[in-house]
């Protein structure tokens, strides 16, 4: 046996699991963002199929893009009732745990607006305070 696979053997007696992804903290969806900031602000939950990885990734390379700066989530998963009490669409992404309303400290949404659009290829909608971002599968761009 090599010393790898010892080391690995003893490793595994001490409670390391090989399937684990230790880069993301435990009560973290990745490296940057908790679970609680995406739970529906009604009911404390989280959709059953969990927040989509490529939201997750697309909010974590804009933190990176500038400068690491705190990303807030504003709004994240909503269950139906939150987003129908809010005025969400029906077929809203947040509904799916795919869409994120936010913000990064110090940084217009506008200029954070500007650098998804040419990048980005699902929906983006640039507000006054905040900008939405979703993964639906399609290329869509509003303003509100």
Known sequence: MTDTANLEAWAVTQGYDPGHDYSVPPGY????FTTWEFNCKHCGTLPEQGIDP????VLE?????????PVTINSGYRCPAHNASVGGVE????????AADFTVDGVMPSKVYAYLDPVHEGGLGRYDTFVHVDTRGSRARWSG
């Open 54 to 57: 490529a939201l997750l990734r």
């Open 91 to 98: 077929d809203s992404m947040h509904v799916e745990g795919k």
């Open 29 to 32: 969806l990745s490296p940057h």
């Open 61 to 69: 390379d804009v933190r990176a893009a500038f400068g690491g700066r």
